[in-house]
C-alpha cells in the first residue's frame, strides 16, 4: 500500500475525495446535489452565457490578429507589385536598347511598344472571355432550387428534400 492509501485505509476516507465511508454502499451525494434544479439550471444558464461571451471574445481577437496579418501581407504584396512594375520597366528599357544596336533606336523603341500592347490585346481579349463566361453574378443553381422548394411548400406545406414524403 502507498503512504496515501495507508492514511485513507486508516481514517476511513477514500483516496480520491478524502470523504468518510461507512463500508456501505456509496450514495454519491456531494454538496452539490443539495442544490435545487431551478439553482442548478440557473447556475448552467449563467455559465453558458460566460462561456458564449469568452468564445466570441476569443473569435474576435483571433479575428483582429488575422487581420492585422492579412493587412500586412497585403501591404507587402503591393510593394512587391510596385517594385515588379519598375523591374518590367527596367527589363522593356533594356530590350530597346538591345534592339537599337541593331535597328535605328526609333525603331527598336517601335518594335517593342507593338508587341507589348499586342500582349496586352491577347491578355484583355482572355480576360473579357472569362468575365462573360462567369455573368451574370448570381447563383442560379441555387436559385432555381430555392423556387423549387417555395413551389413545393404552396403545394404540399413543406420543402421538397428528396427525402419529405408527400401527402396524397
Do not use: C
Amino acid at each position: 500500500m502507498t503512504t496515501h492509501q495507508t492514511n485513507a485505509h486508516q481514517t476511513g476516507t477514500t483516496p480520491q475525495t478524502g470523504t468518510a465511508h461507512t463500508g456501505g454502499a456509496h450514495t454519491g451525494t456531494t454538496h452539490q446535489n443539495d442544490a435545487s434544479m431551478g439553482e442548478l439550471v440557473s447556475r448552467l444558464s449563467e455559465e453558458m452565457s460566460h462561456l458564449v461571451r469568452g468564445e466570441f471574445e476569443l473569435a474576435r481577437l483571433e479575428l483582429t490578429e488575422k487581420a492585422k496579418h492579412t493587412g500586412r501581407g497585403a501591404g507587402a504584396f503591393g510593394a512587391a507589385g510596385l517594385v515588379a512594375l519598375y523591374g518590367v520597366g527596367v527589363l522593356i528599357a533594356t530590350a530597346i536598347l538591345a534592339l537599337a544596336l541593331v535597328l535605328d533606336a526609333w525603331l527598336a523603341a517601335l518594335l517593342v511598344g507593338v508587341v507589348l500592347l499586342a500582349i496586352a490585346g491577347i491578355m484583355a481579349m482572355v480576360g473579357k472571355k472569362e468575365v462573360s463566361e462567369g455573368a451574370p453574378m448570381k447563383p442560379e443553381r441555387a436559385t432555381e432550387n430555392i423556387k423549387r422548394d417555395v413551389e413545393a411548400v404552396k403545394q404540399h406545406g413543406r420543402p421538397d428534400d428528396h427525402t419529405a414524403r408527400r401527402t396524397p
